[in-house]
């Protein structure tokens, strides 16, 4: 069993994406195939910056007026790359360049950064339309994993939806306003047209589309103050390795299984309340009355809802101020979280050890029912078989700086030590992305 009373993991800083911006950076996005990450900047350009050598490519400018405060990229695009960013100008801009297999030369040591950072090379960047609408500052954008629909929301209170129907031609398919105060954060999930919300109204909301029209299905009220983000887990945790324990599957564990395949990718928030939550859809046809570990209900019905969403556990707290970020491993299933108080918490998901008594429930359970059908479950009231530890904490991680945004992202440099090995990227006003590394601790963690 993890001894939680120590950290089993420590984050080592790797290197600092250089050079920083001379102003405070908001949000950092990992490019979904190629080795590169946009940073957006408070003095109104995104930088995209290599994975590979750690040095900036392209400098992205010219196109809004005040901060950009968000960047996303548009999956599956074939032959360029397509940028969304999203400034406190209210405006949206749409960002696109050819050849995107060009950012891979700097492996072979050439000074692409260099030529890169004058933003007027022919292979740069180009402008390729806005997208007005909202009244005021825009938050946060999203693109949806199919790249059909770009969400965008804002301090006006709205989530606005666009289709792109062709290059530059996009149609508003939606605006949605259930929200009753700014929205910071909108996120997709990995497998279904749902869209969720997070806001200064303390809510998280979730909408999907029906008919002709989008509309809210869900409203997640356990945060007590504002939520600053939300995120899906990943398509692929329903591969983590939860499968193999030395001893093989309780019954109940079977069941925690079978429930993660049915119910899908869940959902993850923070908020200035200092709490990371995780939330799970329930299958159709069972009853979502569950409460959290407080005893307290996590779920408020409305006429509104028609999926049922419950608040499946808080996370050990280790924040002390708001969590403005958080970011769900699609490798490993871990989650890390960053905020105002300049830390860094890594936490994983284990099994919850088992009792004597319960496995003697298990067995006697196996033995009473071995002509049961294969589809009987066990009762209701059978403990969780899961929990979160916290396995690393990183403190003062931009020295005296709040950390606006953490990302995890594919390594791509030539230390990278196995396959798939992740990093964590941290965004933080002293305009520094920072690539952070987490090792296993042998005995102590360095100072």
Known sequence: MP??????HYLRCLTALAPPSSSRSWQSAPHPAQPIVATACADRSVR??????????????????????????????????????????????IWRREQPQQEERDKAGEEEGEEGEEGDTADDYQFSCILDGHESEI???????????????SRDKSVWIWEELDDDNFETVAVLQEHDGDVKCVAWHPEDALLASASYDDTVRLYREDADD??????????????????????????????????????????????????????????????????RRAPRG??????????????????????????????????????????????TGMLVSAGSDGKIVVYKEVWTPSTPDADANDDANDDDNDDAPATEEPPTSAPPTTHWIVVCERFAAHSVYEINHVTWAKRADTGKRWENEEVVLSTGDDGEVRVWVLDECDSSPPV
């Open 139 to 153: 938050k946060c954008l999203s693109w949806s994993p199919s790249g059909q629909f770009l969400a965008t929301c």
């Open 214 to 279: 989008w509309v809210q299905v869900a409203r997640l009220d356990a945060h007590g103050q504002t939520v600053w983000w939300a995120e899906f887990e990943g398509s692929a945790m329903a591969q983590r390795d939860f499968r193999a324990q030395p001893h093989g599957l309780r019954r109940s564990q079977q069941h925690h299984v079978e429930q993660l395949d049915r119910a899908g990718p869940r959902l993850a928030t923070c908020s200035d309340d200092c709490t990371v939550r995780i939330w």
């Open 286 to 331: 069972t009853d979502a009355t569950h409460s959290a570990s407080t005893g307290v209900p996590s779920i408020i019905r409305s006429v509104t809802l028609d999926e049922d969403w419950y608040q499946e556990a808080v996370l050990p707290q280790r924040h002390e101020r708001s969590i403005y970020s958080l970011s769900w491993s699609r490798v």
């Open 48 to 93: 995209v910056y290599s994975l590979t050598s750690f040095t900036l490519l392209h400098s992205i400018t010219g196109g809004h007026k005040r901060s950009v405060r968000s960047v996303s990229w548009k999956p599956g695009t074939a032959g360029q790359s397509v940028l969304a960013t999203g400034s406190f100008d209210a405006s949206a801009g």
């Open 3 to 8: 001894d939680a009373s120590r950290p089993s």
